[in-house]
């Protein structure tokens, strides 16, 4: 059972590079989400989406973007990456039309230094 | 704006209880939530209570709702080692079907 598959598990970058992180899910959930966790700051969403098609802007949207071509792909692209943007980045999902509890399902992250 | 607090750190010893505290701000959230992250790994749900309800008792976790004061906790009976991790409290801001996460509280559990 995959669930919500990352990648790169950990990357090192230099600033002004542009990078996209990938997430799969093969659970057919509605809803996906990036949230990036900072220490002392907790998770904070970055863009979601609730349905392919569509996406929408979290809390710190500035300097991601995101995609949703299809119901199993949400990839974050930064399109000049700056060392603000350290940080270690989960992707989630959840069945947000038919689940009763609202849960989301966690990545195991990708761990992203910009130097 | 929706905002959820909680202390960074608790340490307990083994056998004793744990209670992690969690304050929030968004009066009509449905659902509130405690997730557990171990070292290294994505979050995972733990337990959560739906609005109307005071208490939920799930084996050796409490979880209790006061909502006049927004404050919401997680009791961990006879704490283990194996509980150690970030705590994270979270809310359903049913606007926008997201959830809005707490800074999280790292609890040590020392033998």
């Known amino acids: 059972i995959a669930g919500i598959t990352q990648a790169p598990t950990s990357q090192i970058l230099a600033a002004g590079r542009r990078m996209t992180l990938r997430c799969t899910q093969d659970?057919?959930?509605?809803?996906m989400y990036w949230y990036r966790q900072d220490l002392g700051l907790g998770l904070r969403l970055i863009h979601y989406?609730?349905?392919?098609?569509?996406?929408g802007k979290g809390e710190v949207p500035d300097g991601y973007s995101v995609s949703r071509a299809n119901t199993d792909d949400f990839p974050l692209t930064l399109a000049s990456a700056v060392p603000s943007q350290t940080s270690v980045y989960f992707c989630?999902?959840?069945?947000?039309?038919?689940?009763?509890?609202?849960?989301?399902?966690f990545g195991e992250g990708s761990r992203l230094t910009v130097l | 704006g929706e905002d959820v607090e909680q202390s960074l750190f608790l340490s307990v010893r083994e056998g004793d209880s744990s209670v992690i505290n969690c304050t929030y701000t968004?009066?009509?959230?449905?659902?509130l939530y405690w997730y557990k992250q171990e070292p290294g790994a994505g979050l995972q749900l733990l337990t959560y209570i739906f609005s109307n309800m005071d208490m939920k008792q799930d084996q050796r976790l409490t979880v209790l709702l006061n909502k006049k004061d927004k404050h919401l906790s997680l009791r961990i009976a006879d704490t283990q080692t194996g509980d150690s991790a970030i705590y994270f409290c979270?809310?359903?801001?049913?606007?926008?079907?997201?959830?809005?996460f707490g800074t999280g509280t790292r609890l040590l559990v020392s033998p």
């Open positions: 989406s609730n349905t392919a098609g569509t996406t």
């Open positions: 979270a809310e359903m801001n049913t606007g926008f079907q997201k959830l809005v």
């Open positions: 968004d009066s009509s959230s449905t659902y």
């Open positions: 659970m057919r959930h509605n809803a």
């Open positions: 989630a999902s959840s069945d947000s039309g038919t689940s009763d509890t609202g849960e989301l399902f």
